[in-house]
């Protein structure tokens, strides 16, 4: 039986038995797969630190049925400051469960891993709130699937004057055609969607936001993740509590 090597990100860990483990991995030109990875949850294991939540590692790997075994594992990147902070973990637990909840099993989902990869090295340096670079990814995670390309009035297509946004439709309008439950868009906040539609990944996560603006984003995302994507996830309410 032949092997392959993938390079990916782990979006989740589970132990197997005394000393297995299996692993979620986002593959760079395979998507999302399964790794089954035997004693890797030894002490003395050389698969133990390429195997665990949010490392960016290479794996050598044979197919299975319906997963992949692990034989050789080399780490690229453990992003370890992730776990030395409370908000930046629980960040990063969350867009690891968004991402594997968002992206099809076995389809190649190379922009939306180098989108993580970004995410997860501009929050382990600490660069921006971990807050923030979890909107910023919401946003261009929509975008990369089609659903998120303007902040324009969902009516019209007027974009250009006072914006208002439903949550119950997740939707954008213009003054003519706002609807009663619908809030006054702030301009910090259009400004910000904007900027991060314009550019590539890389360069997304290159501005702030006040307090008031990423709590109207927040609310934001959230509804039209929800509306759009179907996705409420029990990770970012847990830690929101």
Do not use: W
């Not at 790794?35 to 195997?51: D, E, H, I, V, Y």
């Amino acid at each position: 039986m032949g092997t392959e090597k993938l390079r990916g990100i782990v979006l989740r860990e589970q132990a197997k038995g005394e000393s297995n483990k299996q692993i979620v991995l986002l593959a760079q030109g395979v998507g999302r797969v399964l790794l089954s990875a035997r004693g890797a949850r030894r002490a003395k294991s050389k698969l133990l630190a390429a195997t665990q939540l949010f490392c960016y590692a290479d794996f050598v790997v044979y197919e299975g049925k319906g997963f992949y075994s692990v034989t050789q594992a080399e780490l690229k990147n453990s992003f370890y400051g992730l776990r030395l902070d409370m908000d930046k973990f629980s960040e990063g637990m969350y867009l690891a469960e968004l991402t594997e909840r968002s992206c099809p099993a076995d389809m190649e989902q190379d922009a939306v891993l180098e989108l993580l990869y970004y995410a997860f090295l501009v929050m382990d340096r600490g660069i921006l709130p971990p807050k923030l670079i979890s909107r910023i990814f919401e946003l261009k995670l929509l975008q990369l699937n089609g659903l998120f390309a303007s902040d324009v009035c969902h009516i019209c297509g007027e974009g250009e004057g006072t914006l208002y946004f439903d949550g119950r439709m997740g939707a954008f309008y213009c003054e003519k055609h706002r609807t009663e439950d619908s809030i006054f868009v702030l301009d910090a906040v259009r400004r910000a969607v904007r900027f991060v539609l314009e550019r590539e990944s890389r360069a997304a996560f290159g501005f702030q936001l006040s307090a008031e603006a990423l709590e109207q984003l927040t609310f934001i995302l959230r509804k039209y993740l929800e509306v759009h994507m179907g996705i409420r996830l029990k990770t970012r309410d847990f830690f929101e509590q």
